[in-house]
């Protein structure tokens, strides 16, 4: 009878074993790693993003505790979805996953992740709204909203004169939802039919008297994507402008980054460029960028005379950039410290229904970035 006991007790703690990384009803069990999933850390806002989600992550690692926290950075949508498969097919579940897609063609591998119920918090490059999967099962999806980017350029070119029909010309980011949702938030707040929210939470909205038809509205120009390049949007532009005159240059240059805008004052500020400089200087009356690049808000506070060698804003023209902070990474990534120490983070919903918190645009011009340079809200990236 001993030995049966024995051999029972032996059969049970084999069988214990066996099952020890599955949970009841055969899912795995739960790890003690969040990851973070981000681009490669080296240029621009979403390399700055990075760098602040590193130092983040640092910081949580240097201070113990229960979990441990790995970032993961891809430079494109191929690699960031095979470092998701990869994760999924360990031992134990991450304890939580914050990720910012390279692309919408991670979707497929995020609904992977709402699949195995692991916390999930999106951030920046948002696909919650293509899935009704993520957007059930998410904490939060963290973004800028791209359609106050866009809306908010328009606003700035209104303030600054611009009529119904004016000419317009459009150098876009990519193919993503981001792009999408800027170009439609320009086009909308000129129709009236989309109000822009400032950084105080102001609403404002086109006069009926300087509303754009749909027709004077499909007129604007848009040119092919640059794909955040400064050296691409140098490129399209030069082929933009060449052979231009006063009549046909656009007086209003709406692009999708600062770094386009630091691209076309570079070809522009050159000694073999005076011809188009002058036609440029003496017709153009704004050009936007986005995204916070703190050479670009440098740039807004030279004139000609103070230049020197650096490149500067022409006299007479308003150069602005819709700029949304990147570090709310940091943001991110401390709601999954938050949510994992079992507190409620619902509060920090900006839309409750869609389970959304949409980070602030900023419109930085000469003005604004002189006022406002030492405010840690206003820091941009270099």
């Known amino acids: 009878m001993r030995k049966s006991i024995l051999v029972f007790a032996g059969v049970l703690l084999l069988m214990m074993l066996v099952v020890g990384t599955v949970?009841?009803?055969?899912?795995?069990?739960?790890?003690?790693?969040?990851?973070?999933?981000?681009?490669?850390?080296?240029?621009?806002?979403?390399?700055?993003a990075a760098r602040f989600a590193e130092e983040k992550i640092a910081e949580l690692n240097r201070a113990g505790g229960k979990y441990t926290y790995v970032f993961k950075s891809a430079a494109g949508p191929d690699e960031q979805i095979r470092q998701i498969e990869q994760v999924l097919t360990e031992s134990r579940y991450p304890?939580?996953?914050?990720?910012?897609?390279?692309?919408?063609a991670v979707q497929p591998a995020v609904e992977k992740i709402a699949q195995a119920n692991i916390p999930l918090i999106l951030f920046d490059r948002l696909v919650d709204d293509k899935s009704p999967l993520i957007r059930e099962r998410m904490l939060v999806a963290m973004g800028a909203d791209n359609y106050a980017v866009g809306a908010g350029i328009a606003y700035y070119f209104v303030e600054k004169g611009m009529m119904p029909g004016d000419s317009?010309?459009?150098?876009?980011?990519?193919?993503?939802?981001?792009?999408?949702?800027?170009?439609v938030g320009f086009r909308e707040f000129l129709l009236g039919t989309r109000s822009f929210v400032d950084d105080q939470r102001q609403s404002h909205n086109v006069a009926s008297n300087r509303k754009w038809s749909q027709d004077q509205v499909n007129r604007i120009v848009q040119s092919q994507v640059g794909m955040w390049s400064r050296d691409q949007g140098k490129s399209i532009f030069a082929s933009y402008i060449e052979g231009k005159t006063a009549d046909t240059l656009a007086k209003w240059l709406f692009t999708h980054d600062d770094e386009y805008v630091m691209g076309m004052l570079e070809y522009l500020q050159t000694p073999a460029r005076t011809a188009e400089r002058t036609l440029f200087e003496n017709n153009v009356r704004a050009v936007s960028g986005a995204g916070g690049l703190i050479a670009m808000y440098e740039v807004m506070a030279r004139t000609k005379a103070t230049a020197?060698?650096?490149?500067?804003?022409?006299?007479?023209?308003?150069?602005?950039?819709?700029?949304?902070?990147?570090?709310f990474f940091v943001d991110a990534i401390?709601?999954?410290?938050?949510?994992?120490?079992?507190?409620?983070?619902?509060?920090?919903?900006?839309?409750?229904?869609?389970?959304?918190?949409m980070e602030p645009t900023h419109l930085v011009d000469t003005q604004s970035y002189l006022a406002n340079k030492d405010n840690p809200s206003w820091r941009g990236f270099d």
């Open 334 to 357: 401390q709601l999954m410290v938050e949510h994992l120490a079992g507190k409620d983070i619902t509060s920090y919903y900006t839309d409750k229904a869609a389970k959304r918190y």
């Open 308 to 327: 020197g060698n650096q490149l500067y804003q022409p006299d007479g023209m308003h150069i602005m950039s819709a700029s949304v902070r990147p570090g």
């Open 23 to 48: 949970t009841a009803g055969g899912a795995k069990q739960v790890g003690n790693t969040v990851y973070v999933f981000g681009p490669t850390p080296d240029h621009g806002w979403t390399g700055s």
């Open 95 to 104: 304890a939580g996953i914050v990720i910012q897609c390279s692309d919408d």
């Open 168 to 183: 317009v010309w459009e150098l876009p980011g990519d193919n993503s939802g981001a792009t999408r949702e800027r170009s």
